[in-house]
């Protein structure tokens, strides 16, 4: 399947790079979906969160609601999704599209190089539901606008995704280890943020700088 997917997008992102200068080559979420074909939650939980990763203007802030909604279809155990038109309408331009498409197959080949079955207990039904809200955590953060903070919960959820396809419990331990340093850096920031407007309410800034020096 995963060998099949990366045949699919590296085919569409040869097509891209062939095409005529004057198309249309952006690339929809939507788009993006139809290449991974019915596959899924883990799979298409992937292109989420490396399209939420991505330098375009909101894209993790909408990128989240679309990982919400596989939260809530993980928890419930469905493996369907339908994501609001709005959130499947997002496009990236022709740079990240080709970028994106090239990434994705790249993720795709080398996890078959790499992973394999083990700690099935971890990938196992029962903690299905652990996961699907260990996602919506995720998506939380993703949502939250921080310097640099979609890198590492977006990472947190390829590892997921990458886990349960191939049931690889190392990989979902990497997922919630990175997913922890994710919210650590999203609350020590927070916490960085409350203290300099406590400060410049003061009118005092020097004072919080200094006190980081």
């Known amino acids: 399947m995963k060998a099949i997917l990366s045949q699919r997008l590296r085919q569409a992102a040869e097509q891209h790079r062939a095409a005529d200068p004057g198309a249309d080559l952006t690339l929809s979420l939507q788009d993006l979906l139809r290449l991974h074909g019915e596959s899924s939650l883990a799979v298409l939980l992937m292109p989420l969160a490396v399209v939420s990763v991505l330098p375009v203007a909101g894209a993790g802030t909408v990128m989240s609601v679309g990982i919400w909604v596989v939260a809530w279809s993980w928890v419930r155990a469905r493996e369907t999704l339908s994501l609001p038109p709005r959130l499947g309408q997002l496009a990236l331009n022709e740079r990240w599209s080709g970028r994106c498409l090239h990434g994705l197959a790249w993720m795709y080949e080398t996890s078959q190089r790499c992973l394999r079955p083990r700690w099935a207990w971890l990938s196992h039904e029962g903690t299905r539901a652990w996961w699907g ?81």
Do not use: C
């Open 133 to 213: 809200v260990w996602i919506g955590l995720m998506g939380l953060v993703i949502f939250v606008p921080l310097p640099l903070g979609n890198v590492l919960p977006s990472l947190s959820l390829v590892l997921l995704s990458l886990g349960w396809m191939f049931r690889d419990g190392l990989a979902l331990v990497l997922s919630a280890a990175t997913g922890l340093a994710g919210v650590a850096y999203g609350v020590s920031m927070g916490h960085l943020a409350v203290q300099a407007l406590g400060l410049m309410r003061e009118k005092d800034p020097l004072r919080w700088l200094s006190s980081w020096t």
